[in-house]
């Protein structure tokens, strides 16, 4: 029985959670079922990244489950996952079957799971061997047991919406070709795993360029009745295993289903994606100091003349009362409707207005996220001939669509471009980028700035660079052309927070700093020196005075004027600083002994004085 | 140098021709009136009407007095230059239309010598830090007076360029009624032209009546740097830059709650949000501050971190603007883009910081390449890894960067999708290929120089028609709420006007494309074509004159009310019960009941009177009757007891009460859904017990939920 709750708000003003997944409600459960035989216990050959290099077939699994463990914390903390090994010596289920070790039972990560799994990658002859082991030989049994184990977790779920996913990681190309009855059995159990909604993925533990073959998991694979116009995961399966927490980590969801509008009498059926969304730390909830337990709030809206509590408020005042003030204008009273009608005045959808180049697209038409569209053949049969042959036209053509965009009921109309993209395939069989269009948000001019003919911004003289200088400037970016990877790095702040709250939810000490990949590479630099000098001497002459200047021959802080000496050398830091008073000296004065001391002077002041303990620490040690 | 002061002068064509479109121009000026009073209070505007039928200006007062008095005539000085206040508004809410020779050379002659008296009386506005403006709208339909041999023109024009002045012309380029007024706009435009090549100047051409609404934006903005510092292209050179905003999202000013139960005139009205946190395990006991700790979610777990230790938590780099490198364009697709755009331009103070700027910019162009930065805008703030790429000034402007957001690694989901090849069954044929380049060919928004729709020149109608309200409002306090306006139509629909092949080529492609739309899909296409008034049969001869323009822009062009052309995704308070019934159809029976029954509660809770009553009662209806066949008696009978809970606090549940049971909606009981747990009997009593004379106490409504959202409209529906 649905609970009906007559005070939730419905929040439908999505329109800020474009690029975040509209429908983020829905829970994942993913299952790993990992062979543990000795063979997946060999170290993994062939040509293999780096980081999987002197590793064996069970703890680069590890590692992907690991990786996924740590991606969903970011993304989706609610999912759940689980990790059975199957063909293990120890037996550990629910179902006492022997050979099937359930590591780690379905539960939303944390870092003790994330830990337990390290431990488990990190010492394997310490931990898996003693405490899991593998089973001498193989048997049929093993790979049908843990299916079965697999299918009673998923089984036990009380949420029907969930989705479910089941991530086979093995080398054996055929776990039941002893016995037909076994494999029947075997395909059985896979069969109804699939008919209660479950995705079955197989990642084999193989050399890349050596031959799997697929005949028993392939019949395991098959989807009974797959949508065509779902993707296929056949091509991608042996390969990327390193990319397989990325692309895995996110279900692939809609952020919403529309109609295109060619004209009045013509739709096509879409669907739109979130490619990217930007990652944000985790938020904080307030807990209650005693217990560490997690508080109930409740809001309450108080008239601030009467003191009421009020539960409807059905008027709204424009400008709000700081900016009426100013603006000498009389305040607006208006009801709830009326500014919902203001905002929102059109039904959901796409509307093509007309067609413009490729080259009309500006690169500060720019705002948000794109949405990637793909047709929805199921929703409204004929939608995919018409959207490909727009696609093919357009992308021929090098044009994209204008169109009008309603994302939902509550969302105000936008202008978009439907700039199409083309299906691009690594020589691995890879798919790099799917067939579609990406939807940009244009900007209104409203949204766009001038700051480039505003004379108090740029002045109003334009010097040109001669063909000499512009010349040496190519000669400098071909020196420096970086691989595109350079483009996938970590976030450093993203990952400093996560690294940091893993550590204390372990109790373990706070690691210094995270790797920042962001960093130039000094090196690459130093190796292009002659070509940023030739551009450098081109511009700012070769005695470079002016603001050619190069940083570091200028001190790169003003000498601390006397009378602000005279100040910080008048206050006994030391002493301040171990009798833990520090903090009862004001920020400015803080900064004065930063400022004598040439330290930088950013931050508040927690930081200033932790700044200035470390370097009277350091002073001492030397 | 924050710019507080800016200087405008309006000048709006009221002649004849103009008459249609007075309308329009009010709208928008009242607009940017507004604009400047809830953004810039303290910019000056000044008011000047020409072609009116009186005349009211310094410089024909003065030719008047030394004897020549038909001197710039039919031009009134409406409203000196000040900050605008409410009088502003009240005139451009009466303009009267004018039937004077309306001559644009004399108005922006009395604009700009009123200007250089200002600019003398009060040397403080004479500053070159404080923009001026002098902003033209008309249609140009009437021979301005010409006299090349006339040097006062040149000279006023010479003295304008020297306070650098801009001039923004509007010109309303609709076919006129006349041919001979068609062949003075271009002479117009050429003396215009003439006139003002020695100055700043724009020109912006309106295709229709309705685009003078968009003549303004919804808020200007003073430049000022974000960050200034180095551009590091290595160890061994930097420039030094300025990074300023170039796009950003423009949202309405916020609305904030107000209170009418307090009675005092010196009642504020405010509405105070108050928190309150209490312990799980005691719902009594309420934590003060100094009991609670903040704590950060690490998956499952609640890492507790006190507020002294969050420090530790940030990544703390310092500030700066690094080069990584360069890739080639296609290495950083378009779409790659991840938010709103910044601009990189050289420090203005320095120019070989400009030179080199220029020779960065210029080399990517000729490359083809982008460069690839680290910008830390604020120290211990966010890293950004951003894709540079050139605008180039070409002599009007500076060679700059604009640097986009890419994304980093935790942003980025790669999902596949099915490779269109793989489906031999939805290739398109060559006819279908053929229709779908024709449908290309006649929807060109881009021909010669012309670009419709361009969007540095589109404003956001939303945004536009939210203030146009608002400023109506403040004028007369009862206007209503705009109906879908023209201005939306305008942008948000094909302008079928201006390409007239379109219609053909998108009646060929829905040939080409057989698409069965479901019975009600097709009803609900079909209603909102009615309402759009467009008629498929008037083929090929879509209107370009200006009145029948101004006759499709009159009436909504959809329907606000009609239902949605796509499937409900939601029950919405437009067709309540058809929602509910689509979602019950597609499956989605939670989304349907639970949307049901909060929208009984909100159209009872927001009718204005009983206006919403019956619609109320009408989902009340398909709820009891939804519930019975769905065996979720509870839901109603809950939906019941909620209404009867709020007599108290909302009247107008207790008057919808009255509607309740005059229709005899009682409890669901078990008589006619097995699973209801209230006997017939109860139903019966629990209803008498409600009679509408009756208060029962119930309980207590709950609290409003706690709100993070500060923008008004997220609690919209």
Redesign the interface.
């Known amino acids: ?2 609970v ?1 709750d ?8 999505e329109e ?1 959670t474009f690029g975040r997944e509209g429908h983020e409600q829905l829970q994942e459960y993913i299952i790993f079922l990992v062979e543990a035989s000795p063979s997946m216990q060999q170290p993994a050959c062939g040509d293999l990244p780096q980081e999987y290099k002197g590793k064996t077939w069970l703890q680069i699994a590890l590692m992907t489950f690991e990786g996924f ?1 740590r991606a ?3 993304s989706n ?1 609610n999912d759940q996952l689980a990790i059975v090994f199957y063909g293990t010596r120890e037996s550990h289920n629910a179902h006492d079957f022997s050979n099937i070790y359930t590591f780690q039972d379905l ?5 003790t ?1 994330i830990r337990c799994v390290q431990d488990l990658i990190g010492n394997p002859e310490r931990d898996f061997t003693v405490q899991i082991g593998g089973c001498q030989e193989r048997k049929p049994d093993h790979f049908k047991d843990g299916l079965f184990t697999v299918a009673a977790m998923l089984a036990n779920l009380k949420t029907k919406t969930a989705a479910k996913s089941m991530y086979i990681m093995t080398n054996d190309p055929n776990p039941a070709s002893s016995s037909s009855s076994l494999r029947q059995q075997a395909m059985q159990r896979a069969h109804e795993l699939k008919e209660a909604g479950t995705l079955i993925d197989l990642y084999p533990m193989t050399p890349p360029d050596e031959d799997f073959d697929m005949a028993f998991w392939s019949k395991v694979l098959e989807q009974p009745d797959a949508d ?6 056949n ?2 399966r042996l390969q990327n295993l390193q ?1 397989l927490t ?2 895995k ?2 279900r ?1 969801r809609t952020i ?4 295109w ?8 059926a879409v669907q739109l ?7 944000t ?26 003191g ?14 700081d ?1 009426a003030e ?5 305040p ?18 796409l ?7 490729v080259t ?11 949405a ?1 569209v ?1 047709p929805d ?1 199921r ?8 959207f ?7 992308l021929a ?1 090098k ?1 994209f669509a ?1 169109c ?1 965009f309603v994302r ?3 969302a ?2 936008r ?1 978009a471009a439907l ?1 199409p ?1 083309e ?1 691009e ?1 690594d020589d691995a069989g890879c ?1 790099l980028s ?3 269009f ?1 939807l ?1 948000y ?18 109003t ?6 063909q000499i ?6 000669a ?3 020196a ?3 691989d ?1 990877d ?13 690294q ?3 550590a ?2 372990l109790d373990e000490p ?1 690691p210094e ?2 790797l ?1 990949e ?5 090196e ?3 190796s ?2 002659p070509q ?2 030739a ?2 001497d ?3 002459g070769p005695d470079h005075d ?3 200047k ?3 021959r200028t001190p790169k802080r003003k000498a601390p004027e006397p009378e602000n000496a005279a100040a910080v050398a008048s206050r006994d830091w030391k002493a301040l600083a171990q009798s833990g008073k520090l903090s009862t000296l004001k920020v400015p004065d803080l900064k004065e002994y930063l400022e004598a001391h040439s330290l ?1 002077k ?3 002041k ?2 200033i004085i ?1 700044r200035i303990e470390n370097h009277l620490a350091n002073q001492d040690a030397q | 140098m924050a710019r507080n002061k800016e200087v405008s002068l309006l000048l709006l064509d009221v002649g004849p021709s103009m008459h249609s479109s007075l309308e329009y121009a009010e709208k928008a000026l009242s607009g940017y009136i507004h604009a400047k009073m809830l953004n810039k209070p303290s910019h000056e505007v000044a008011l000047i009407y020409f072609g009116t039928s009186d005349t009211s200006n310094q410089l024909n007062t003065e030719m008047a007095a030394s004897g020549d008095d038909d001197q710039y005539q039919f031009i009134t000085y409406d409203q000196e230059l000040r900050p605008p206040d409410m009088s502003f508004m009240t005139s451009l809410s009466s303009i009267a239309p004018g039937d004077g020779k309306p001559d644009f050379i004399d108005a922006l002659t009395v604009a700009a010598d009123s200007l250089f008296r200002t600019l003398a009386d009060r040397p403080i506005l004479d500053k070159a830090n404080i923009a001026k403006r002098i902003i033209l709208i008309s249609d140009f339909a009437t021979p301005a007076k010409d006299d090349p041999g006339d040097d006062f023109v040149p000279t006023l024009m010479e003295k304008l360029a020297e306070k650098d002045v801009v001039l923004e012309v509007n010109c309303l380029d609709t076919a006129l009624q006349e041919s001979t007024q068609n062949h003075s706009r271009d002479a117009n435009l050429q003396v215009l032209h003439r006139v003002l090549s020695a100055v700043r100047h724009t020109v912006k051409r309106l295709r229709s009546e309705t685009e003078i609404l968009g003549v303004f934006k919804a808020k200007e903005y003073s430049h000022t740097a974000y960050f200034t510092g180095e551009f590091r292209l290595s160890n061994a050179m930097h420039i030094k830059v300025k990074v300023c905003k170039k796009s950003s999202q423009e949202r309405p000013l916020a609305v904030s709650k107000y209170s009418d139960r307090g009675h005092a005139p010196n009642s504020s009205h405010a509405i105070l949000t108050d928190t309150e946190y209490k312990s799980s395990t005691d719902p009594d006991k309420i934590v003060p501050a100094e009991n609670r700790v903040k704590a950060y979610k690490y998956g499952k777990q609640n890492v507790p971190l006190p507020a002294q230790d969050e420090g530790i938590l940030k990544f703390s780099p310092d500030k700066g603007l690094w080069l990584l490198g360069f890739v080639e364009t296609q290495q950083v697709p378009r779409h790659t883009f991840m938010k709103d755009v910044w601009l990189v331009a050289a420090d203005k103070t320095t120019e070989k910081s400009l030179v080199a700027m220029s020779a960065l910019s210029r080399a990517l162009q000729a490359r083809n390449t982008v460069a690839i930065v680290r910008f830390v805008p604020r120290a211990s703030g966010a890293v950004v890894m951003g894709a540079c790429t050139p605008l180039l000034g070409n002599g009007r402007q500076p060679d700059c960067l604009l640097l986009n957001h890419l994304p980093f690694f935790e942003d980025m989901r790669s999902f596949t999708f099915a490779s269109f090849a793989s489906r031999p069954e939805a290739q398109p044929t060559p006819a279908q290929l053929s229709a779908t380049d024709d449908l290309i060919d006649s929807m060109q928004l881009v021909q010669g120089d012309e670009e419709q729709l361009k969007p540095d020149e589109t404003v956001n109608p939303t945004l536009n028609r939210f203030y146009a309200f608002m400023a109506a409002r403040v004028v007369d306090p009862n206007a209503a709420a705009p109906e879908l306006d023209p201005l939306t139509s305008r942008i948000m629909l094909p302008h079928l006007d201006t390409l007239p092949r379109a219609r053909a080529a998108l009646a060929a492609a829905k040939e080409a494309f057989p698409i069965k739309l479901s019975a009600a899909e097709k009803a609900a296409a079909d209603a909102e074509n009615r309402d759009q008034g467009d008629e498929p049969a008037e083929n090929g001869q879509a209107g370009t004159s200006g009145q029948e323009e101004e006759k499709k822009d009159e009436g909504p062009r959809f329907n606000l009310d009609a239902a949605p052309t796509t499937q409900a995704e939601t029950v919405g308070s437009s067709s309540p019960v058809e929602d509910f019934e689509s979602l019950v159809q597609q499956g989605r029976p939670d989304i349907a009941f639970n949307g049901l029954a909060r929208i009984i509660e909100t159209l009872v809770a927001r009718s204005l009177g009983d206006r919403s009553f019956g619609k109320a009662l009408s989902c009340l209806q398909a709820l009891r009757q939804g519930c019975i066949q769905h065996s979720r008696p509870q839901l109603f009978n809950d939906t019941l007891t909620l209404l009867t809970s709020k007599w108290d606090s909302q009247p107008n549940c207790k008057a919808f009460w009255i509607k309740v049971h005059d229709a005899s909606l009682q409890q669901i009981s078990s008589q006619e859904e097995t699973s209801s747990p209230v006997s017939p009997r109860e139903a019966e009593a629990w209803f008498k017990s409600h009679a509408p004379e009756q208060k029962v106490e119930e309980e207590q409504p709950k609290p409003e939920p706690m709100e993070e959202d500060q923008d008004e409209f997220a609690d919209m529906d």
């Open positions: 029985m649905d009906y007559p005070t939730a708000v419905e929040n439908e003003d800020d463990l969903r914390i970011i903390a539960d939303s990560p944390d870092a799971r065509p116009w779902e993707d296929d995961n091509v991608e990319s990325r692309s980590a996110f692939k919403c289903s529309l109609r509008h060619l004209g009045s009498e013509l739709q096509i994606y979130a490619m990217i969304m930007p990652a730390t985790s938020k904080s909830v307030w807990l209650e100091a005693e217990n560490n337990q997690p508080l109930v709030h409740s809001t309450a809206q108080v008239c601030n003349d009467t009421d509590i009020l539960t409807d408020i059905s008027k709204y005042r424009f400008p709000k009362p900016v100013k603006s000498r204008l009389p607006v009273l208006l009801d709830a409707d009326t500014l919902k009608q203001l905002k929102f005045c059109m039904s959901p959808g509307r093509l207005l007309g067609f413009k180049p009309a697209l500006e690169a500060y038409h720019q705002l948000r996220p794109p990637f793909y053949e929703s409204l049969p004929g939608s995919a001939v018409a490909i042959a727009l696609h093919a036209r357009l053509r044009m204008l009008s939902s009921r509550v105000e109309p202008l700039l993209q299906e395939i798919q799917p067939p579609g990406n940009l244009l900007p209104f001019a409203d949204d766009l700035r001038h700051p480039e003919t505003d004379p108090s911004f740029t002045g003289s334009y010097p040109q660079a001669s200088q512009i010349s040496k400037a190519a400098m970016i071909h420096l052309k970086l595109s350079v483009l996938a790095v970590n976030n450093p702040r993203i990952q400093r927070h996560f940091v709250l893993e204390l939810a706070v700093q995270v920042d962001t960093m130039p590479d000094e690459g630099q130093e292009i020196r940023v000098l551009f450098r081109s511009v700012y002016e603001v050619g190069i940083a570091a930088p950013s931050g508040n927690t930081a932790e």
